[in-house]
């Protein structure tokens, strides 16, 4: 089974900063990873997948790069509704997820 | 508008059964593979069980495996996750997600299930 470790737990910042969230695979997925928002009471949203493509509807601030065994979710300028989980996940083998990143307000 | 609306959760007790349902809207069901993924309170997300499109090929996460059977009626657009032997530990919201180019683009709002005595 691979393994997703995500980083840091808890990412506390203001509006308008940069949110930089890591995740890392046990072993090499190469680009098969996506990143997931979630909100308290809602289903997670697809923002990301294979690595750095935004998925439909998703602002320009999001981005994603990495391969391998890194990646990184990015918010550029961080707005009110970002505040959320964020987990990503792999589809090398069967689907797993990261433990997420709670992204609060500072 | 794609719509995959959840039901059948509540409670049951250990050992006991029950069947989830996911009704999808808004898209050609039967050309897409579906899965189901739960979350137990307060928790991350684990997947549980996927099928293909036409159903005849299913795959089970290793801790549900030989309890959960995951079906699929096209004709309904009504995908299943039949449960036995339901244990602490299953008792979490249950998503379906319809999976696109290998990512679960679209998810239901849930149903939870509750185990307890």
């Known amino acids: 089974e691979i393994v997703l470790t995500q980083s840091p737990a808890t990412l506390s910042l203001s509006p308008g900063e940069r949110a930089t969230l890591s995740c890392r695979a046990s072993q090499s997925v190469s680009s098969y990873l996506a990143w997931y928002q979630q909100k308290p009471g809602q289903a997670p949203r697809l923002l990301i997948y294979d690595a750095s493509n935004r998925a439909t509807g998703i602002p320009a601030r999001f981005s994603g790069s990495g391969s391998g065994t890194d990646f990184t979710l990015t918010i550029s300028s961080l707005e009110p509704e970002d505040f959320a989980v964020y987990y990503c996940q792999q589809r090398s083998n069967w689907p797993t997820f990261g433990p997420g990143t709670k992204v609060d307000i500072k | 508008e794609v719509q995959l609306v959840e039901s059948g959760g509540g409670l049951v007790q250990p050992g006991g059964s029950l069947r989830l349902s996911c009704a999808a809207s808004g898209f050609t069901f039967s050309s897409y593979a579906m899965h189901w993924v739960r979350q137990a309170p307060g928790k991350g997300l684990e997947y549980v069980s996927a099928?293909?499109?036409?159903?005849?090929?299913?795959y089970y996460a290793n801790s549900v495996k030989g309890r959960f059977t995951i079906s699929r009626d096209n004709s309904k657009n009504t995908l299943y996750l039949q449960m036995g032997s339901l244990r602490a530990e299953d008792m979490a919201v249950y998503y379906c997600a319809r999976l696109s180019r290998g990512w679960y683009d679209y998810w239901g709002q849930g149903t939870l299930v509750t185990v307890s005595s």
């Open positions: 099928i293909s499109s036409n159903g005849g090929s299913t």
